[in-house]
């Protein structure tokens, strides 16, 4: 199949905008001393910007208030995104609030999409993703979070772990098991449930994380949700009963391309900082550009963003072509690919920047923290091999002689010769 990822000059001027925008009006956000609700404010000039240029929520179509620009498009604009955690929430496309309106857009009723979508795009609600539960690794086949139908309602009864934005939504997308007879296909056995923030029985305890140990994210914070007995109306059932990993596979797909290209981003600012010190800083009598341990990292870093790039935008334009299921394989490689690489040249940045890097001084032991939980999130890095690794021997064919036997070739080549 012939594959390129070529765009239109006019977009290509979309993206140098971006890159001035994000690097001149985003990045000095960082410095200020913002919570979550003054950093709302502040930057909703700047989503006014963004609207007026046409590239509020890209990952929609025009109907549902987006661009409709595709993944390939949305992966270049995710490369720059990904250089600061407070840019996405200005273009309308952060997680989960981006996945969550594209489920919504997928699955939802008219009046659904009235109620909950249209004031998610236009940022005045916003919706976390109840979906992962301790102790069951990657397996959503174990959640036992369960929804039961009582009359015109349903009751929900269970924990989920490692919420994101959970505190701070207006409105929850629940995963939880419904009734299904004892043979059923265990992926058709969980459904999807909005469930409004302040619904009677629910509670919340926030967690700190690695990253951000007191839970003061500007962008994220995540949370442990118990669901008991919350009751939520028969019509606030999302898609299908039996639909959850149907639907979550639509999301999931996409949002791992969203995130691998920013994880491009984040590589290509902390590699930039690096190089800028290389070329900065003498010690034993020579610039650190002059190091050949440092040629090596700055050498191996440029060779493996340009691998991560090239994998992601493969993977994306394959989901143009023929959609997010057959592109899996493209998918989990650049998840647990990207996720090293970045993690790699991070490492690299602040060793060259010494105790400087180590210090709250420079944004790479932040960004370093943040980086470790790009190997978990949206599955493990180890299940995603599992998944590559499976797909791929399932095309070859077991050979009790091998192939490339050298000997049975040459036989086979002497019986060709002779018979000619």
Not at 201 to 226: K, N, Q, T, Y
Not at 350 to 370: A, K, N
């Amino acid at each position: 199949m012939a594959w390129d990822f070529e765009t239109d000059p006019e977009f290509e001027r979309e993206l140098e905008w971006m890159r001035a925008f994000v690097r001149d009006e985003i990045y000095p956000l960082e410095t200020l001393d913002l919570d979550w609700r003054s950093y709302r404010q502040v930057i909703r000039p700047l989503m006014e910007r963004v609207k007026e240029r046409g590239l509020w929520a890209a990952h929609l179509s025009p109907e549902l208030g987006g661009q409709g620009f595709g993944q390939v498009k949305l992966a270049l604009m995710h490369e720059i995104l990904g250089g600061s955690e407070l840019a996405p929430p200005v273009f309308g496309n952060q997680a989960p609030d981006s996945g969550n309106s594209e489920l919504i857009a997928i699955a939802a009723t008219e009046e659904q999409k009235r109620r909950w979508l249209d004031p998610l795009l236009d940022g005045t609600l916003y919706s976390a993703f109840s979906m992962t539960e301790q102790g069951t690794g990657s397996d959503p086949r174990q959640f036992t979070t369960s929804a039961t139908r009582d009359g015109d309602a349903w009751v929900i009864e269970g924990t989920k772990w490692m919420v994101g934005n959970a505190t701070r939504s207006d409105f929850h997308i629940v995963m939880a098991r419904t009734d299904a007879p004892p043979d059923a296909d265990p992926y058709r056995t969980m459904s999807l449930f909005i469930v409004p923030a302040d619904a009677a029985g629910l509670s919340m305890r926030e967690i700190g994380l690695l990253h951000d140990p007191h839970s003061e994210g500007l962008v994220h914070a995540h949370a442990e949700c118990r669901y008991e007995a919350v009751r939520v109306p028969a019509d606030h059932l999302l898609g299908g009963v039996g639909d959850a990993f149907m639907l979550a596979q639509k999301r999931l797909g996409p949002g791992r391309i969203h995130h691998a290209m920013r994880w491009v981003g984040v590589c290509r600012r902390a590699f930039d900082a690096m190089c800028e010190r290389a070329v900065s800083k003498s010690v034993h009598g020579s610039l650190l550009s002059e190091k050949q341990t440092v040629q090596n990292w700055v050498a191996d870093s440029a060779a493996a963003m340009e691998a991560a790039r090239l994998l992601t935008l493969k993977a994306a334009w394959t989901i143009d072509q023929v959609g997010a299921s057959g592109a899996r394989t493209e998918i989990a490689m650049i998840k647990y690919f990207g996720a090293t690489v970045m993690q790699d040249v991070l490492d690299r940045a602040l060793q060259i920047h010494g105790s400087l890097g180590y210090s709250t001084d420079m944004p790479i032991e932040q960004m370093y923290r943040w980086a470790r939980a790009a190997r978990l999130y949206d599955g493990p890095d180890e299940v995603h091999r599992v998944t590559v690794a499976r797909r791929i021997l399932r095309t070859y064919e077991p050979h009790d002689v091998p192939t490339e036997h050298v000997p049975t070739r040459r036989a086979a080549a002497l019986a060709t010769a002779s018979a000619a």
